[in-house]
């Protein structure tokens, strides 16, 4: 795989659901550990330790999935019309525009869905990519996982509207 190549896109399988699992605790495990200690970590990883419910919630959203050479990387997904719920890169593979991708795709559909504006619950590792990405900090949450408390961001972006002159350029 080149630096150059821009990710694929494609709908979330069911077949999906271990690599993403694996994506999810990858990404947690060694890119977050700046802002969440490893039992903040753990707690967080345990979500992806029912197999069946992690695909069901992956299964029952808008979920994208993001390859590179044909071999899934990343995958995000979008919660009713208007909520980014889950956005994961494998180490292996940030800095490449995979994230990016993903949510300029969710961006998309859903302004296509009606959207006005879009909203994400940003880890503390993930704030800073979406405030490059314009997303703008509402309200600072404290969420509770396995008996661990973690933090996270409330942040919006205002869609552009679809409708208006240049608002595909």
């Known amino acids: 795989?080149?630096?150059t190549e821009t990710p694929g896109l494609r709908p979330y399988l069911p077949e999906d659901a271990q690599i993403a699992a694996a994506i999810f605790i990858a990404a947690i495990e060694q890119l977050t550990e700046d802002?969440?200690?490893?039992?903040?970590?753990?707690?967080?990883?345990?979500?992806a330790d029912d197999d069946a419910k992690f695909a069901a919630r992956l299964a029952s959203q808008l979920t994208l999935i993001a390859t590179l050479g044909g071999a899934p990387v990343g995958f995000a997904s979008l919660k009713g019309a208007d909520h980014i719920d889950m956005l994961?890169?494998?180490?292996?593979?940030?800095?490449m525009g995979v994230a990016t991708s993903l949510i300029d795709a969710?961006?998309?559909?859903a302004?296509?869905?009606g959207a006005q504006a879009l909203t994400v619950d940003a880890s503390d590792s993930a704030a800073e990519f979406f405030t490059?990405?314009?997303?703008?900090?509402?309200?600072?949450?404290t969420v509770t996982i396995n008996g661990e408390w973690l933090a996270n961001t409330s942040m919006t972006k205002t869609l552009a509207d679809p409708a208006a002159p240049g608002a595909d350029q």
């Open 1 to 3: 795989m080149s630096a």
């Open 35 to 47: 802002d969440y200690s490893e039992v903040q970590q753990e707690a967080w990883v345990s979500v």
């Open 88 to 95: 994961y890169v494998h180490p292996d593979f940030i800095r």
């Open 106 to 109: 969710l961006e998309k559909l």
């Open 111 to 113: 302004g296509a869905r």
């Open 132 to 141: 490059r990405r314009g997303y703008v900090p509402t309200r600072r949450n």
